[in-house]
């Protein structure tokens, strides 16, 4: 069992920058794949961002590539969300996950473990 716990989410103006983290527990952190998926009301859950567990390998939705960075530090069990110029269409909840495979990859159902979400929203 993995255990995350998102962190970091609240109200932020378009343009500014707001970090999300997600922290781990439980089986070691260092072999899961991690990945952001985020859920606006009404609409399905949706691929952000994704690192492999090695951390050098990220992979992006086309929305945020240039504004949004993943990165993780495997001696703090931590993966991260850097969000730099957030637009109010960002607003969403924010989804850590674990995927056990390694890679980290942009389909929602491969994940093996997922957070309880952290609220994100931004104003115009």
């Known amino acids: 069992q993995v255990q995350l716990v998102e962190s970091g989410g609240g109200l932020v103006q378009a343009g500014g920058s707001l970090r999300l983290s997600c922290a781990a527990s439980?089986?070691?952190?260092?072999?899961?794949?991690m990945g952001w998926f985020r859920q606006a009301p009404g609409k399905e859950r949706e691929f952000v961002a994704a690192?492999?567990?090695?951390?050098?390998?990220?992979y992006y939705a086309d929305s945020v590539k240039g504004r949004f960075t993943i990165s993780r530090d495997n001696a703090k069990n931590t993966v991260y969300l850097q969000m730099n110029s957030p637009r109010p269409e960002d607003a969403a909840v924010y989804y850590c996950?674990?995927?056990?495979?390694?890679?980290?990859?942009?389909?929602?159902?491969?994940?093996?473990?997922w957070g309880q979400g952290t609220q994100v929203t931004v104003s115009s």
């Open positions: 996950g674990a995927d056990a495979c390694g890679r980290g990859r942009v389909i929602a159902y491969l994940y093996d473990y």
């Open positions: 439980g089986r070691t952190f260092s072999n899961y794949g």
């Open positions: 690192i492999g567990w090695s951390g050098s390998s990220t």
